[in-house]
């Protein structure tokens, strides 16, 4: 069985696609975009590689970067353009050339009907396994297409409320105590931080946060640490510090260990590595106590929200998280952070080249665009 037969004969999935688009036709008075008058011309897929330039150097416990390579796509329909995004940062299997090669392969132009949104996803699912990130561009770029053309923002088709958007955390990552004093500064406008962990210093990283701001802290350990009576004496540690909850903080392989630290565990352990997409979800009742969803990893929005839907029912806490991304899918994702617990949609933040405008933060708070689609801009010419 592929992934998107499990999704459609899961018991749980078939729950979430009801429950998240029976408000999909809801009217609204707040509508200010006019809906397109579609004519049904053949869908055009472009894409066209990019490179985004962090601010600061982005180290975690396995490696340490000052680029990430993405691929932006567009698809075209009546005029009307639709943006999509797959980052690439070097943990994962994708590249640009395999998305590249990917995306080649797709013939988008037997389809003339953006709103079929499941035919063309079962269509780019069968082309080829994998390739989650290439697959999550077109999904994006859908999504935003079929927005734009009724005239609606995502969340307003999902029937979500924009004022129950959670507050997104701010990603430090592991440095010297000098320049991680002045990340933490830099971050005065959020309430709440991200700190990645898992290289040793992870004591000194919390001391030197917690002498310059006392807001709540998550931690992302990305699987550093082994042994689970250490990770444990370090969790109660850190809840003595207000920490919020523990993200994958050993090896995903390391099940047997993760599920003994999640039942003794006093803060919530989530899991970010151990989850790729929907098939992986279900086996990590009992494991884990929350999770991850990232569109890169899922495929897309289309999965997210099912995801979603699922992790409510397997009563598991969710946190929505990026990967260091344009405004593009980081808008994207935070269409559907009113029905998440926490938000980490900062990866257009940490880069200085961001070439759409989407998402704003206002006191620490995802501020969701009243524009339709995932409601972009551009802010440079890409297509």
Known sequence: MNKREFIKYSGLAMGAVVAGTSSVFASSGRQKEKKHAFKGSALKLSFIP??????????IASNSRTT??????????DGVRGYGEASLPPYLVENQKSVS???????L????????????LDYVEGVEPGNHAA?????????DLRGKMMGQPLYRIFGLNPDKTPDTSFTIGIDTPE????????????????????RGTDKEMIETIRSVTDKPLYVDVNQGWTDREQALDMIYWLKERGIVFIEQPMPKERKDDIGW???????????????????????????????NIKLMKCGGVSNALKMIRIARAMDMKILVGCMTETSCAVSAAA?????????????????????????????????????????????????
């Not at 090669?101 to 013939?107: E, H, I, V, Y």
């Not at 989530?270 to 009992?286: F, N, R, S, T, Y």
């Open 50 to 59: 990019f490179e985004l330039k962090l601010r600061h150097a982005f180290t």
């Open 68 to 77: 990430t390579p993405v691929i932006l796509t567009m698809i075209e329909c």
């Open 101 to 107: 090669d990917f995306l080649s392969k797709l013939n």
């Open 109 to 120: 132009s037997q389809f003339n009907d953006p709103f079929l949104i499941e035919d063309i």
């Open 135 to 143: 697959k999550a561009s077109v999904d994006i770029a859908l999504n």
């Open 179 to 198: 320049v991680v004093r002045q990340k933490t500064m830099e971050a005065d406008i959020y309430k709440v931080l991200k700190v990645k962990l898992g």
């Open 261 to 291: 630290l999640t039942q003794k565990s006093p803060l919530p352990v989530v899991a970010d590595e151990a989850l790729q997409g929907i098939e992986d979800l279900l086996p990590l009742k009992g494991f884990y106590s929350g999770i």
């Open 335 to 383: 269409q559907l952070s009113p029905l998440v617990n926490w938000a980490d949609l900062d990866g257009n933040l940490l880069i200085g080249n961001d070439v759409y405008e989407g998402l704003t933060v206002v006191d620490g708070k995802i501020v969701l665009p009243d524009r339709p689609g995932i409601g972009i801009v551009e802010k440079v010419k890409v297509f």
